[in-house]
Structure formats: structure tokens, C-alpha cells
């Protein structure tokens, strides 16, 4: 978080500029308003009743006061939800709750949502302050689009090899806190809970595949074997031990079983039973019945369930045609920066050629796991120093560097974040993948760490996380995905200013990771709107990029898992270099690097067109100084 203490300092500062004192003197006012004074009535009402009150102005002193108990109703709903999501963005609330993933609960959601959706009028921008307009267009974006989803059968493609809720069952056990008493007796209510989760999972995917809308076979077919991967006969050897495993024996005073005792009793008779029934499921009866098509066209109302995943992941109004077509031009720009970098190499041949030199080459791989997890530490170690160059917020929260889970290396990307938590102690880990290591390329090294780590995913999340003048579901959300991710892949162009990219094969590796995602917006489109095959993704993909093949048909599986999520990376970086390109056009010499990027993060996680606002608007203060 912000101290007190730091934004005085920084108030004293004659150099600060204007816009950051009007954003900390908001955030003096903000902390010194206590959640005490909010009259609404105490979370175990249920949401009509919250909802109703209010509704009514004569509740609240003003609107001010009624909007952040509206936000907060909203906040600690969605954390009802979905409970890991608090676990791991730091608030634990509900560490002892599990997602209610049966059809009652999904049933349960939309009511929520529907009542939620008839707030978007509650309240008139001119009678809020700035902030709590932006905020309040932020909510009704989010509240929206959970709600337009909601209209589709989204819930029945809660399961997939790369990473969904029969993932989020083990993730969520490691990152829960286990130092207090209290973190304890949540750790063993959720233990005793994986049963019926599992269970639950069970009968909403049947009920999906008996309406004929299933996840494609291909992107569920390793689901089976990593999910008995988590099973051990010796409970102490279990992953779902591995949190309490150090931990000193808890030993009952009135001669019962210990803490340890009970977790290790309870993955012997109930969580590896309960995993073993959803492996058995997913083999004898989802697989078999899972649909050999790829595409959302291909499912009932495929159409305009594809234009809604494509708006809930760009926050825009962009057709899949114009994203196919923008994705075609990107691919086409790269390709000629590409040619550049073979000329200054001196390469004799075309692209093709020197992808297939890369790719066989012992020079650019590692052949120890243990080698290229120090090169990516030693690569971050070298980001750390130059990032004040471009940043003047910086997270408190440290990171680190770790190899990704065995059980699932096999499906997983080359790399990715997970979030930590000043709360719960856990720093934030870029985890990369080690499987596999000659399809882990050297040169694909230092672009993947800007993204996934510094200054990409770890100082988005954590700084969003440590805002205090913002309302909790802007800070603890994964929903804004053009903004989350189009900022992991602008870190990656940070890289010559951070003193990276100093050899060409290095400059070609990060041409190589944004041709990746330009072909995304081709492929992604063209599996879910336009009826291309598994196949055709495939030779699209090999024919315009160096991605070695085992991680192509990963990236390819993810796509069709993930209808439309792939579209947010190159959606978000152009929108975010677009507005950088503005604020220099306009600024001149006053652009400030550091002021920018400042901006965008204190933006919070937010839709594209909130972010354009709030850099228009800083434009505009400098301009007036």
C-alpha cells in the first residue's frame, strides 16, 4: 500500500507535479474516511435487501458515501463467487469457502447480476467528483459485461488442460496463509470441501454435454492424467500437504488428532477419492462425449457468444472481422522489422530458413532446468537497477522467479505470473516453464521476462493492489484483460530503454513474441468466427513465426479453450502505445516518461476507454500548467 507517511513526503515536494498532488490529496481524504461510517446493513443481509437500502439517497449523507457502499457490496460479492480470487489477491474473507460451481450456484449468480445491472442509473456523473464518476463508469463496465456473459452458457467450459477451475483447486490450496490459528481452520474447512467442489464440477459439465455445449476434445485430453498426477498414497508427500508440511505438529491438548492428522486423514479418505472420481469422469465420460469441433461459431448462438467474448476481453466494439484484419497488418509490420535484424546478422535466406537455423542450433538452449531458471533471475536482477529510469511508482511488493508445477508443465505456457499478497506474506512468482527445454529458446528470454515479471504483470497487479484510493473490486479484479495484458505486452517494447535487447538475436526474440500476438488476433478470429480448422491455426502459425511447434500447438489449444482472451494482448498494447504516441505529440518536451507510466498504473485494472480518459486528462493538466 501507499503510507500516509510517504504521500506527505511526496507532498512536500515542490518538483512533484500538479496532477500527482490532486491524486494524493484525494487519497489523504479517502483514508481518512472509515468504512465504520457506512450505514448499510451488515454483509450477512442477502444483496436484495443491501441493494434496496442503497437505493435510497435519505440513507446517506451523499452520493458520495452511498456510491462506495454500493462498490463495496459489489467487492464482497464477488469475492462470495469466487472466493479463491480474495485468497489470492490478498483479502481472506472467505478462505474457508469454496465457488459454488453447481447449477444452483451459477442460477444464483445471474440473479445477482441481473439486480447488480439495474444500478448502471442509480447515480448522475454530475452530481460525483471525478474519481468516483470514473469509478462509477468502471463499475457499471464490469457489472455489464459479467452480465452480458452470463446470457451465454459460459459456465459449462469451467474445465480445460491450461488453466481453469480444476486448477485453481491446488493453486488456491498453496496460496492460502497458514501462520494464525484462524488461517488454520480455513485451510482445513476448504480441505474438506475439495470433495463436493469436485462433485459439483462433475454435474455441471454432464449437464453441459447433455446440451450439447462442451469444451473441444483437444483442449480437455491431458485433464485426466493431471488430475491423477495430484494424487499420493503417502498424504505427507501430497501436493495438497505441501503447505503445512513444515510446520511444527499441532498437537490436540484433548488427545485428538493434530492439525497434521487431520489433513493427512482427509486427503487419504476424502480428496483423493473425490480427485480420482473426477479423474474416472472426465476419462470415461467427458472425453468421449467432448465435441471435435474448435470454434464458438460452432456451437448454438456461436455468433453473438464469440462478439461478447470479444468485448469482454477488448473492452471495445471492434468486430472479429476488423481484429482478423488488424491482426493481418501487425503480423505483416513485424514480419519487415524481422527481415531487418537477418540483414544486419548478414543471414543468407529467407525468414523461414533462419527460424528453422534457431530452432536447431544448440547454442540458443539450455539443456539443465536448473541453468534457465538462473538466467531468467539473472535477467530480472539486470531489469531491477534501470526501472527508476522509467517509473516513479514502484510496488512494495517483492517478486520472484519459480519453475512451474511439474504436474501441470506439460500444457502450460513458456511462462507466466501468479499474484502475491502483502497480507497473506507471499511474494508475487514468474513461473517458467522448464519442460520440454528445447522448445525454451534463449532469445525468447528477456521479452518474457518484462512481461511476466517486471516491469509487466508484477508491477501492474502489485501497484494495483497497494492503490488505497481505490475501491477494492477495482484492485483485486482479473477482468480488464485488454488492460492487464496489453500492459504485459507493452513492458516488452520497454526493453532497449531498460538496457535490454543488446544483440540482435535477443531484439529478434521480442519481434518473434509480438509476432506471436499479432497472429493471435488471425488465428483467434479465424478459429471462432471464421471455421478454421485445429490444422489451419497450426500452419498459420508455423508459417509466420519461429515459436517452436510444441509450444505453437499449446498456444493453439489455448486459444480454442479461451475464446477471445488471446485478443486482449495486441488490442491493449496498440491502445496503450497510442495514447503514449498522443502525450509525446502533445507535450513535446515536457513528456515525462515517468509521469506516463504513472498514469496508466494508478489507473487502476480498467476498460481501454477509461484509461484513454485518465491520460487525456493528465494531457490536459500538463498542457494547463
Not at 510517504?6 to 512536500?12: A, F
Not at 490532486?22 to 443491501?50: D, R
Not at 530480472?380 to 501441470?408: H, Q, S, W
Amino acid at each position: 500500500m501507499i503510507l500516509l507517511s510517504t504521500v506527505k513526503s511526496m507532498m512536500m515536494k515542490k518538483s512533484t507535479p500538479k496532477f500527482i498532488l490532486v491524486l494524493l490529496v484525494s487519497l489523504q481524504i479517502a483514508c481518512s474516511q472509515t468504512k465504520e461510517e457506512n450505514q448499510t446493513p451488515a454483509k450477512g443481509a442477502n444483496i436484495e435487501e443491501q441493494l434496496d437500502f442503497i437505493s435510497k439517497k435519505e440513507n446517506f449523507a451523499d452520493e458520495h458515501e452511498r456510491l462506495q457502499a454500493l462498490f463495496d457490496v459489489y467487492a464482497d460479492n464477488e469475492l462470495k463467487y469466487l472466493p479463491p480470487l480474495g485468497t489470492f489477491m490478498g483479502n481472506h474473507t472467505y478462505d474457508h469457502l469454496w465457488m459454488d460451481v453447481s447449477p444452483q450456484g451459477f442460477e444464483k449468480r445471474l440473479q445477482t447480476l441481473e439486480l447488480l445491472y439495474e444500478t448502471k442509473g442509480w447515480f448522475d456523473p454530475a452530481d460525483l467528483s471525478l474519481e468516483d464518476a470514473i469509478n462509477y463508469q468502471v463499475y457499471n463496465r464490469s457489472v455489464a459485461d459479467s452480465y452480458y456473459a452470463s446470457q451465454f452458457p459460459n459456465h459449462y467450459l469451467i474445465v480445460d488442460q491450461i488453466q481453469n477451475f480444476n486448477h485453481y483447486i491446488l493453486l488456491t490450496m498453496q496460496s492460502m496463509p497458514v501462520r494464525t490459528e484462524r488461517d488454520l481452520q480455513n485451510f482445513e474447512s476448504r480441505m474438506e470441501g475439495i470433495d463436493q467442489v469436485l462433485a459439483d464440477m462433475q454435474v455441471i459439465l454432464q449437464q453441459g454435454l447433455d446440451e450439447g455445449v462442451s469444451m473441444p476434445y483437444t483442449s480437455v485430453l491431458q485433464v485426466p492424467e493431471q488430475m491423477k498426477s495430484l494424487v499420493n498414497v503417502n498424504p505427507e508427500q501430497s501436493l495438497f500437504y505441501q503447505p503445512i508440511a513444515d510446520l511444527p505438529e499441532n498437537i490436540n491438548p484433548e488427545g485428538g488428532r493434530s492439525f497434521q492428522e487431520e489433513i493427512r486423514n482427509l486427503i487419504v479418505e476424502e480428496v483423493n477419492p473425490a480427485v480420482l472420481a473426477f479423474h474416472d469422469f472426465m476419462k470415461d465420460n467427458y472425453l468421449p462425449s467432448a465435441r471435435k469441433t474448435f470454434g464458438l461459431v460452432d456451437l448454438p448462438n456461436g455468433e453473438a457468444w464469440y462478439n461478447e467474448r470479444i468485448s469482454f476481453h477488448t473492452t471495445t466494439d471492434l468486430t472479429a472481422k476488423e481484429i482478423h484484419e488488424i491482426g493481418k497488418r501487425e503480423v505483416a509490420r513485424i514480419e519487415a522489422e524481422m527481415r531487418d535484424v537477418l540483414e544486419e546478422l548478414n543471414f543468407e535466406g529467407d525468414l523461414s530458413s533462419f527460424n528453422t537455423f534457431l530452432k536447431e542450433d544448440p547454442r540458443f538452449y539450455f539443456t539443465d532446468p536448473e541453468e534457465l531458471l538462473k538466467a531468467y533471475r539473472d535477467i530480472c536482477k539486470r531489469i531491477d537497477p534501470e526501472l527508476p529510469k522509467l517509473f516513479g511508482m514502484m510496488p512494495l511488493l517483492p517478486y520472484g522467479v519459480k519453475e512451474t508445477p511439474a504436474y501441470r508443465s506439460k500444457s502450460a505456457p513458456a511462462a507466466y505470473y501468479m499474484p502475491g499478497s502483502k497480507e497473506a506474506g507471499r511474494a508475487g512468482y514468474f513461473y517458467a516453464n522448464t519442460y520440454d527445454l528445447k522448445s525454451r529458446p534463449k532469445y525468447d528470454m528477456e521479452a518474457l521476462s518484462l512481461h511476466e515479471a517486471v516491469p509487466g504483470h508484477h508491477f501492474q497487479i502489485a501497484i494495483a493492489q497497494e492503490l488505497e484510493n481505490q475501491p477494492e473490486f477495482k484492485t483485486s479484479t482479473f477482468q480488464f484483460t485488454a488492460f492487464a495484458e496489453g500492459w504485459g505486452l507493452y513492458a516488452e517494447s520497454l526493453g532497449e530503454e531498460l538496457g535490454l535487447y543488446t544483440d540482435p538475436y535477443q531484439r529478434y526474440g521480442r519481434l518473434n513474441a509480438e509476432m506471436w500476438r499479432a497472429i493471435r488476433l488471425v488465428v483467434d478470429t479465424g478459429i471462432h468466427a471464421l471455421g478454421w480448422s485445429r490444422e489451419e491455426a497450426i500452419d498459420y502459425f508455423k508459417a509466420n513465426s519461429g515459436l517452436a511447434e510444441h509450444d505453437i500447438a499449446v498456444e493453439i489449444d489455448r486459444y480454442i479453450a479461451w475464446p477471445g482472451q488471446a485478443l486482449a494482448y495486441k488490442i491493449g498494447e496498440l491502445k496503450i502505445k497510442e495514447l503514449r504516441k498522443r502525450s509525446e505529440d502533445k507535450l513535446g518536451n515536457d513528456f515525462d516518461i515517468r509521469d506516463f507510466h504513472d498514469v496508466v498504473l494508478a489507473s487502476g485494472v480498467v476498460p481501454l476507454s477509461v484509461l484513454e480518459s485518465n491520460v487525456d486528462n493528465w494531457i490536459a493538466g500538463q498542457e494547463g500548467e
